[in-house]
C-alpha cells in the first residue's frame, strides 16, 4: 500500500548533493583525456530546478458502535462517530527543488540505484495545513445505582472547530527504475495543531471535548491517524526523459488513495467489518488522501 521512502530528504543527503553538484559543476567544462584524439569527452549528469506548489487534502471518518452488553451492566452502549479534514497548501508561489540525474559515478548511485535524486534547494520543502475537526460521541444503558461512579450516560458535549498546524515536512522519493520511474511525496508532522486548547502534535488532543477516532484501531502505528502526517504516495512521469525534458516547462504530478481501518489497524476496504472480540463493538474507519504536485522548470 505505501511504498518506501527509499530517498529520505536529510541534512546528510543535501551535503551529499551539494558535493556532487560542485563537482559536476568543474567537471562540466573539462575533458576526459584519452589516447584517442577523437573520442568525446563524459557526458555530465543532467540538473533541472523547478518551483514546486503543493495543493493536498486528507480526509479522517470514523464511526464506532458498541451495543449493550447484557453481561456487563455498567459498560453502556456508545455511538460515536467524527471527520477531521487536512488541508496543506504550499506558502506564495511555492518551494525551489531540484533534480539531479544520477549515474554510477555519483555519491548518490547507493542511495537511487540510478533514479533521479529530488530536494528541496534549502534542505526541507514544507507547508502548512489547516484543520477542521468534527466528533461526537453518547453513551447510555448504564444504572447509576448498580453502578457506582456512572452517570447513566448521555450526549458528551463537544467543543470541536478548526484551527492551524505548522512544520508540514515533506520528503520527496522515487520509486521504479532509472528508465521508467514514478515521483511521490511523504508528509510528515514537526510542528504543532494549533485548536482550541494548548498547541498539541496530536490530533486527538488538538481541540477540547472532540472526540477523535473512538475505538480505532492502533493510532499511534498511523502517523497520519494520529499526527496528521500525510500518506505517502507517487505518480509516474509519463515521458522517457522524465524530469529533464526541457520541453515541458511545467509537469503536473497527481495522488489518490483510499485506506480502510477496523478496530484492530487497516484491512482491505472490501472485507466486511469484523466485531471486536474484546467487547463485540464494531469500528469502521477511512483515510482518503489526494494532492496535485505543479513543477515550473527554471533556471535556478
Same mark, same amino acid.
Given at each position: ?22 563537482? @559536476?559543476? @568543474? ?50 452502549? !456508545?455511538?460515536?462517530? %467524527? ?26 548511485? $547507493? ?25 461526537? $460521541? ?29 512544520d508540514i515536512r515533506w520528503d520527496f522519493f522515487t ?13 510528515? !508532522? ?12 496530536? @490530533? ?11 475505538? %480505532? %484501531? ?9 499526527? %496528521? ?23 503536473? @504530478? ?47
Open positions: 500500500m505505501n511504498p518506501p521512502r527509499l530517498i529520505p530528504t536529510s541534512e546528510r543527503i543535501m551535503f551529499a548533493l551539494l558535493a556532487a553538484l560542485t563537482a @559536476l559543476a @568543474l567537471f562540466a567544462g573539462a575533458t576526459v583525456p584519452r589516447a584517442d584524439a577523437a573520442a568525446k569527452p563524459r557526458k555530465a549528469d543532467r540538473v533541472a530546478y523547478f518551483n514546486a506548489k503543493l495543493e493536498a487534502t486528507q480526509e479522517i471518518g470514523w464511526l464506532y458502535q458498541r451495543d449493550l452488553d447484557v453481561s456487563n451492566e455498567c459498560l453502556g452502549w !456508545q455511538l460515536a462517530d %467524527g471527520k477531521t479534514v487536512l488541508d496543506y497548501r504550499s506558502p506564495g508561489s511555492g518551494e525551489k527543488i531540484v533534480a539531479m540525474e544520477v549515474s554510477k559515478r555519483s555519491p548518490l548511485w $547507493s542511495q537511487t540505484r540510478g533514479r533521479p535524486y529530488v530536494g528541496a534547494l534549502d534542505g526541507a520543502f514544507e507547508t502548512d495545513a489547516a484543520i477542521y475537526m468534527e466528533g461526537e $460521541s453518547e453513551t447510555g444503558g448504564v444504572d447509576p445505582i448498580k453502578c457506582p461512579g456512572a452517570d447513566g450516560g448521555g450526549k458528551q458535549p463537544t467543543e470541536c472547530s478548526s484551527g492551524l498546524g505548522d520509486t521504479g527504475t532509472a528508465k521508467r520511474y514514478s515521483l511521490g511525496l511523504e508528509g510528515f !508532522q514537526r510542528g504543532m495543531w494549533r485548536g482550541n486548547q494548548a498547541p498539541s502534535g496530536s @490530533l486527538s488532543t488538538a481541540f477540547r471535548n472532540c472526540p477523535h477516532w473512538v475505538g %480505532g %484501531g492502533p493510532a499511534p502505528d498511523y502517523s497520519a491517524i494520529a499526527d %496528521g502526517s500525510f500518506d505517502p504516495g507517487a505518480d509516474h512521469l509519463a515521458s522517457r526523459k522524465g524530469l529533464f525534458d526541457p520541453k515541458r516547462k511545467r509537469i503536473v @504530478l497527481t495522488f489518490e488513495d483510499y485506506v480502510c481501518f477496523d478496530h484492530d489497524g487497516v484491512v482491505p476496504c472490501e472485507e466486511s467489518n469484523q466485531p471486536n472480540p474484546e467487547d463485540g463493538s464494531f469500528f469502521d474507519g477511512t483515510l482518503e488522501s489526494e494532492y496535485r504536485l505543479t513543477l515550473t522548470r527554471t533556471r535556478r
